[in-house]
């Protein structure tokens, strides 16, 4: 590893959003391999959408048959246990993930080394298991799977309400879009020059390339899963 200054990578992300689960696992695998401090951003997805104007690529019929085959492949390469839901469409588009996203922010807000681990679980819960991320008890769960205390699940489920926590998600919603973010995930490179934003979970190559350090595959020598 070289002895430079490390480099910011920031990732902004919504749970809800399975090429992001895969950008995720990749960014966490290599945050101790490469030469970067590796920050977690979590966003409401859906203001991105609205932001810039996008549309969820599963709309186009044929694109959306198209990533119901893809995921599996990806899943394989990336060893990413995702299973898709019985009902994807209601898991994204009914239920959401705007109350998942306000508890993952409160719980950063209030301890960042939880972040990482909160975050993984909730993946787990909407695409391995099929099962929910936005009711309280649902939140509980992923939270104990993630290690908080009782104490720390009790004060995240009363601060997501919070004024603090919504404008702390709409902030980083914001800082992705003025990057110029369309979806997530979307990278963000901070080098010596201007910040070079990435999009998806396939563009490790390049990211490798931009912060001078080898790309060594989704799953680097001695990397335990």
Not at 147 to 164: N, V
Not at 184 to 201: D, K, R
Request: glycine share 6%.
């Amino acid at each position: 590893m070289s002895a430079s200054k490390k480099k910011t990578v920031e990732l902004f992300y919504d749970v809800v959003s399975p090429y992001t689960w895969f950008a995720f696992e990749v960014l966490c695998r290599y945050q101790h391999r490469w030469n970067m401090n590796l920050h977690l951003k979590p966003v409401f997805l859906g203001g991105i959408m609205k932001g810039a104007d996008n549309q969820p690529p599963a709309m186009v019929p044929n694109r959306g048959l198209y990533m119901r085959k893809e995921l599996k492949l990806l899943a394989k390469y990336f060893q990413v246990p995702l299973i898709e839901p019985a009902n994807t469409a209601e898991m994204m588009f009914v239920k959401g993930t705007l109350k998942t996203q306000r508890f993952i922010t409160a719980v950063d807000m209030m301890d960042s080394t939880k972040t990482e681990e909160l975050s993984r679980q909730m993946w787990h819960r909407n695409w391995s298991r099929d099962e929910d991320i936005t009711e309280p008890e649902s939140l509980k769960q992923a939270g104990k799977r993630a290690g908080l205390s009782d104490a720390q699940i009790t004060r995240g489920l009363e601060d997501m309400q919070s004024s603090k926590v919504k404008d702390r998600l709409k902030q980083f919603t914001d800082e992705a879009l003025n990057h110029g973010a369309f979806g997530s995930p979307t990278i963000i490179a901070h080098t010596s020059n201007s910040p070079v934003m990435l999009f998806g979970s396939d563009r490790f190559p390049i990211l490798a390339q931009v912060l001078g350090e080898k790309w060594e595959g989704p799953i680097p020598g001695g990397c335990k899963l």
